[in-house]
């Protein structure tokens, strides 16, 4: 069908990698994200506790305009691409640019190379992620989500560079980017999906 085609096409899983952390569990099969969806969870850093509010924004062209109003309250975001999928590799430039006009400039951005379970039907070589990522100052990291591997740690490290800006006075947590609507001090956390547009 259309709808599952169109899944195929633009599933990097960036929603599967948050439900993963938010609900340690794997959905293989699930409906495009539409706009933005939600999810959060509390950790701990340095014995406080921290919500994450993380924003799992759509990937496809039609919803751009709207995910981009969420890039702007974002301390941190994850660039996701498919490791078996050239052409999501190939577009994250166009993203990161995309991320970084509409954001706080001292985001947090850590690129993912997801689906790294798939290691026989790869097209994007771990180098080439960390040669990207170098290039333009990113953190990186490979995760499987339906594994689990790497995405607890993908999470909580862009977590704690956040806390470590917030604790040098990067980020001013008395900020209107940093108000949460919550018990405890919050992180916002948008996840960027790389397509072929």
């Avoid at 993963?20 to 969806?37: A, N, S």
């Avoid at 400039?105 to 170098?134: P, T």
Wanted: glycine share 6%; with cysteine.
């Amino acid at each position: 069908s259309l709808q599952e085609d169109s899944f195929k096409y633009f599933c990097v899983g960036k929603s599967c990698l948050l439900l993963q952390f938010t609900d340690k569990r794997f959905q293989p099969v699930h409906d495009l994200t539409i706009g933005v969806e939600f999810g959060a969870r509390m950790i701990t850093i340095d014995g406080k506790q921290i919500k994450l509010q993380i924003w799992d924004t759509a990937g496809q062209e039609s919803f751009r305009s709207i995910t981009r109003s969420y890039y702007r309250g974002a301390a941190g975001a994850l660039l996701v691409y498919d490791i078996t999928r050239r052409d999501t590799f190939n577009h994250l430039t166009t993203w990161l640019e995309d991320a970084r006009q509409h954001s706080n400039s001292n985001m947090v951005i850590m690129l993912i190379a997801n689906k790294s379970d798939l290691e026989s039907r790869r097209e994007v070589k771990k180098e080439e992620g960390e040669a990207f990522a170098r290039e333009h100052g990113l953190v990186f990291m490979e995760t499987s989500a339906k594994t689990a591997s790497n995405v607890e740690e993908a999470f909580i490290n862009t977590a704690k560079e956040i806390y470590e800006k917030i604790q040098e006075g990067v980020f001013d947590i008395n900020n209107e980017v940093f108000l949460f609507p919550c018990p405890s001090r919050a992180f916002q956390i948008s996840t960027y999906r790389s397509v072929y547009v």
